[in-house]
């Protein structure tokens, strides 16, 4: 089983960016799809992004396209979560998650394996 650390979040005013990453340890990391979800006090989990084992499809969700991109190293065992113009509702704890590619999985329950989760904080 694969386990995950998120690295890079912190605080920064609206307009700013961020990258963040996750590092993958245990397991074979290319045999994953992987995905970025975040969660804001009080609300449930949301999906952010998606990418394939091999990096050749992506997904977003409608609130972050065009300004977040999920890419991966699969020789580092790494997946990036590169956050542009960030505005005050992308404040949350962002998980990235692993999920075997013949899985159905769109929460994050649904994955095989998380991490611990990095704090965003988007200050207006």
């Known amino acids: 089983q694969v386990q995950l650390v998120e690295s890079g979040g912190g605080m920064v005013q609206a307009g700013g960016s961020l990258r963040l990453s996750c590092a993958a340890s245990?397991?074979?990391?290319?045999?994953?799809?992987m995905g970025w979800f975040r969660q804001a006090p009080g609300k449930e989990d949301e999906f952010v992004a998606h990418i394939r084992w091999n990096s050749e499809m992506t997904t977003y969700a409608d609130s972050v396209k065009g300004r977040f991109t999920i890419s991966r190293d699969n020789a580092k065992n790494t997946v990036w979560l590169q956050m542009n113009s960030l505005k005050p509702e992308d404040t949350a704890v962002y998980y990235c998650?692993?999920?075997?590619?013949?899985?159905?999985?769109?929460?994050?329950?649904?994955?095989?394996?998380w991490g611990q989760g990095t704090q965003v904080t988007v200050s207006s």
């Open positions: 245990g397991g074979t990391f290319s045999d994953y799809n």
């Open positions: 998650a692993a999920v075997r590619p013949w899985k159905t999985a769109t929460k994050l329950s649904e994955y095989d394996a």
